[in-house]
């Protein structure tokens, strides 16, 4: 679904009325006309689509993330996916103040880079990596990975983010990210390495063990690669059950 699709980010206009257009063959902006809303809201919804044009023309994501309640920013995603960053931390604890990042993996465009500490994990990197991003893309980043490295780092990552815990929650998938993977059927080089062990394989890099940065390596990028496929299937299926074409 794109946003173009879309007529919720209009003052005055909710699911009820957004999903009254759709029924009444209104499907994309292309097809509007004010009958089945009435003057005003017309005059509303054809102010934020000459807006808008102009912001898709753009490739500004912010101005649809401003306007598009919470619940709804997943419709972003497909007309955005071209500025998509998935990216995935490893630390060696929950608390900032007292742990540190370990590995920081980002994917975009086909491409997968992974910063490691002690190596090229700075905030100079950091923001180099994420330049080029319109739409971070993470799993329970807002809560962990974008607080976690603002404070490490003294980076600001106040891009639209699409949080893909709460989206998998609107079509009843909860829990971690591993075991929302099983039961969407995506599969894992290494379904045996969990968070717990990726601490452990740091330390064991650390001790100078052999292999052990490399396994961490290759576990932080599978879950940050394995979150476009994330993307793309609850995004789907939240397109098959909101809208009506």
Known sequence: MRVENSFIGV???GEKTERGLWEAGVTHWDD??????GPKTGERIEAFIDEGRSHLDDENVAFFDERFP?????????????QACF????TTGLEPQWCDVTTVSLHQNGETTTLVRGDDLSAESLRAA??????????????FDVPFLEACYDVDLGIPH?????????????????????AIGIERDRPDISGEDAVR???EHERGQDGSLETLISYNREDTKNLETLAEEVTGRLHEDVFVE
Not at 70 to 82: H, N, P
Not at 87 to 90: G, M, S, T, Y
Not at 130 to 143: E, M, P, T
């Open 87 to 90: 990216f995935d931390i490893e």
């Open 130 to 143: 994420f330049a080029d991003a319109g739409l971070l893309v993470s799993f329970n980043g807002k809560r």
């Open 11 to 13: 003052d005055g206009v």
């Open 162 to 182: 699409l949080d893909l815990m709460y989206t998998c929650k609107q079509i009843g998938l909860s829990g971690g990210l591993k075991p929302i993977e099983q």
């Open 201 to 203: 394989l740091w330390r």
């Open 32 to 37: 509007f006309h004010p009958e089945p809303v």
């Open 70 to 82: 919470s619940g709804e920013r997943w419709r972003l995603y497909e007309s955005f996916a071209d």
